[in-house]
């Protein structure tokens, strides 16, 4: 059975990107459809409420949307948030003049997203102030985030592993009062590191939803229940988990209400993340657990074998029973890592190019590779050492077999602690969050204009024919580097004789926007791009676009 387990593995592999080429990816964040007035409309009376809607439901942090006059003085609003929709309630005494509403809120995967309405009642107000607003740049939190969640990736599966090779892989095994001691104290270090981290992530999550930069993690706001409940409830799961798995390993009891209870704790990371903004959620969710179970045992298992086989490298019986057991688990646990690590990583990337053109994309090319370096030193040492240790002529080969295989072992053990570590990065770095690649090249009938001291316009129709195109729009550095913008640029396309109006552009990476335009004539056409730089500074730019048939 263990000869046929690489084919196998292969086949299933063949399998599930057969199955998962067949789906389209679903959109990881929330993005702004619509908005109720319009973005820049003039009103002839002051309107009872603001209206957002968004593609997917999202969650209003505290103070999420503001409201400010022109003086940039803040008039009071009442919002809330249901399923799609943020509602901010105004006042019914607004006086004439330009008012800006600002939001933010946090997309299904954990990630914030803001923006701000400009609208007009009467007619624009001669002059806008810059409304007082608190900060809004996560500075070092996601770093500081990324750090915490890879050291609670380590220490919770290595604390869960442990208690199963305590209680499953070793069961039988003879192990030295002094060794059984070291797996324990491994174990309880490792579960302490686990929750601490577990808990710091709780204000760090609160900070970066909120926008508040590294100041923000010790303020009341970032702990509001309601903008880190799904962390809370990390913490909590990981808390009882591992509390009873270090006790249970101490008094060397084991049954199946405390493996449940232990693998709570080790799927507790699935509630958060970006499986839960891709469907089926539910299948990814317990994909995702899956793949968290199978990690564990592998890490906890190989820093098992790290600390148990010096000491028993001297009884045959043992060392072998107790690497066949787990090199028997290990050809399992290579088939569940790459079956769900394939599920996970297509639902979200949803195409190969992604691989190379997002930092997303090349974190998971890394993590991948680290693994393929893993799996090809466990193969090393499922097929040429452990043999040796089971199967060896002599006393004194089979020790230095078993040598071998420890340390092999615990170079196993510190790729996977990297592994993780990508992974922490992983979680906080949004998919689909980056540029493509520019779209300025020499034959695409790319043009360009200054729109002001520190940033330029580049527009480019697709090189298809016809008068149904796609429009890409990138505001740029003048370096050429694409920016983050505060918000979607206004676009508008008119003629000569027809005036298009307002385009509704969708993001696509980092300062790139995209259209599908249906133009009634070819001809030569006039795009005006409003950059929205922040909520009170809009520079415009004018570009002449020729579209042919």
Do not use: C
Request: hydrophobic fraction near 50%.
């Amino acid at each position: 059975m263990l000869k046929r387990a690489p084919a196998l593995v292969a086949a299933l592999l063949l399998a599930a990107v057969a199955v998962l080429g067949l789906a389209a990816p679903a959109s990881a964040h929330a993005t702004l459809v619509s908005t109720d007035p319009a973005e820049g409309a003039v009103l002839a009376s002051a309107p009872d409420q603001v209206t957002f809607t968004f593609d997917e439901p999202v969650q209003l942090v505290p103070k999420g949307v503001l409201a400010f006059d022109a003086a940039g003085d803040q008039v009071d609003v009442d919002a809330s948030a249901k399923d799609t929709e943020v509602v901010a309630e105004l006042p019914g005494d607004l006086d004439d003049g330009t008012y800006v509403v600002t939001w933010r809120v946090v997309s299904s995967d954990g990630h914030p997203i803001a923006g701000s309405l400009t609208f007009h009642i009467g007619a624009p107000s001669p002059k806008v102030e810059a409304p007082k607003l608190g900060p809004t740049d996560p500075g070092a939190v996601p770093t500081i985030q990324a750090v915490v969640h890879g050291l609670d990736y380590a220490a919770l599966l290595l604390a869960g592993g442990l208690a199963v090779f305590l209680a499953w892989t070793a069961r039988g095994v003879r192990l030295p009062d002094p060794v059984r001691r070291r797996l324990l104290r491994t174990l309880r270090a490792s579960a302490l590191v686990a929750v601490l981290a577990a808990a710091a992530a709780v204000p760090l999550a609160g900070a970066y939803q909120l926008g508040t930069g590294a100041g923000g993690i010790l303020t009341l706001d970032a702990l509001d229940p309601a903008l880190v409940q799904d962390d809370l409830q990390v913490l909590a799961l990981q808390v009882a988990g591992l509390g009873v798995a270090v006790w249970a390993a101490g008094l060397a009891r084991s049954s199946l209400v405390v493996d449940l209870v232990t693998a709570l704790a080790v799927w507790s990371p699935a509630l958060v993340g970006h499986t839960r903004a891709y469907e089926p959620t539910t299948l990814l969710v317990v994909t995702d657990a899956l793949h968290l179970t199978a990690g564990a045992v592998w890490l906890g298992g190989l820093v098992g074998l790290a600390l148990t086989l010096p000491a028993i490298s001297g009884r045959a019986r043992d060392a072998a029973l107790l690497l066949s057991r787990f090199s028997t688990l290990a050809g399992g646990l290579l088939a569940a890592l790459a079956l769900t690590g394939v599920l996970l990583g297509w639902r979200i990337i949803g195409s190969w190019s992604r691989l190379v053109e997002e930092t997303y994309g090349r974190l998971l090319l890394v993590k991948v590779a680290l693994v393929l370096v893993v799996v090809a030193i466990a193969a090393w040492n499922r097929f040429r050492l452990v043999p040796r240790v089971t199967d060896g002529v002599g006393h004194d080969d089979r020790r230095r077999a078993s040598g071998l295989v420890r340390r092999t072992v615990v170079a196993e053990a510190a790729l996977l602690v990297a592994v993780l570590g990508v992974t922490g990065f992983l979680t906080q770095k949004p998919p689909g969050g980056e540029a493509p690649a520019q779209p300025a090249t020499a034959d695409t009938g790319v043009v360009s204009g200054i729109a002001s001291d520190d940033l330029k316009v580049l527009a480019v129709l697709d090189s298809g024919t016809g008068l149904q195109r796609r429009l890409i729009v990138q505001v740029q550095d003048l370096a050429g580097d694409p920016l983050d913008l505060y918000d979607a640029p206004a676009v508008a396309l008119r003629n000569d004789t027809v005036d298009l109006g307002a385009v509704t552009v969708v993001p696509s990476g980092a300062g790139t926007f995209v259209a599908d335009v249906v133009f009634p004539t070819a001809g030569r056409w006039q795009l005006q791009v409003s950059v929205r730089v922040d909520a009170f500074t809009s520079p415009v730019t004018t570009l002449d676009l020729d579209v042919s048939r």
